[in-house]
Each structure stands twice: as structure tokens, then as C-alpha cells.
């Protein structure tokens, strides 16, 4: 499956962007889905997770209440809304897949630049 991300930019500290991640192939419902983050020099970050069928969602508790993760099966795309960035939520975001109990596929990732 591959995936593509889109939607990352520059933003001042309390704005929203939408992050999308579109997948080709027949099986994006067999898969979790889950964005990630990186800065430069750590090691990247789990940000939130959907199961398949979108009923369960999981998030880093840094972003709970301001981030949401969705999913349209219909279109094969995972989104992450951010609201109320933050200079700290600067970094590539990346797409994931995960069928078991690591992850299957990444995206190439789409950076995000919050400014205070």
C-alpha cells in the first residue's frame, strides 16, 4: 500500500491545518492508521492512531483535545485535524499503516512549521 501525505505548511501558534493521507490500493480497510512526527535529530513520535473501522482512536497526550484523527474508508484517506498549533508541534508528519503489531507502511512525510 502506499501512502501520500498532503496538507502541512507554515502557521502561526494558534491556527489549524488539516494533514490528509491518501492510500492506493484495495486494503485500506485491513489496516490501522496512524500519523507520526519527527524533528530533526529525535527519533520520531507517535501522534495519534484509528483502528480500521474508525471506532477507536488513541492520541498522544500532548495533543488530546486539539488534534483528531479520522478516517473515510469510502475514499482510502486518514486525516489529522490540528487546532490550536503550537511552535512545539513543528515537525514531519508521516502517515503509517499498521496491520499487526508494527507498522507496515510509511508515508514520505509532509512538514508542518508552527511559528509563535
Known amino acids: 500500500e502506499q501512502l501520500v501525505e498532503s496538507g502541512g505548511g507554515q502557521m502561526q501558534a494558534g491556527g489549524s491545518l488539516r494533514l490528509s493521507c491518501a492510500a492506493s490500493?484495495?486494503?485500506?480497510?485491513?489496516?490501522?492508521k496512524g500519523w507520526f512526527r519527527q524533528v530533526p535529530g529525535k527519533e520520531r513520535e507517535f501522534v495519534a492512531v484509528?483502528?480500521?473501522?474508525?471506532?477507536?482512536?488513541n492520541y498522544k497526550d500532548s495533543v488530546k483535545g486539539r488534534f483528531t484523527i479520522s478516517r473515510d474508508n469510502a475514499r482510502n484517506t486518514v486525516y489529522l485535524q490540528m487546532n490550536n498549533l503550537k511552535p512545539e508541534d513543528t515537525a514531519v508528519y508521516y502517515c503509517?499503516?499498521?496491520?499487526?503489531?508494527?507498522?507496515?507502511?510509511w508515508g514520505q512525510g509532509t512538514q508542518v512549521t508552527v511559528s509563535s
Open positions: 503509517a499503516a499498521r496491520s499487526g503489531g508494527g507498522i507496515d507502511y
Open positions: 490500493g484495495r486494503s485500506f480497510r485491513n489496516y490501522d
Open positions: 484509528i483502528s480500521r473501522d474508525g471506532d477507536s482512536t
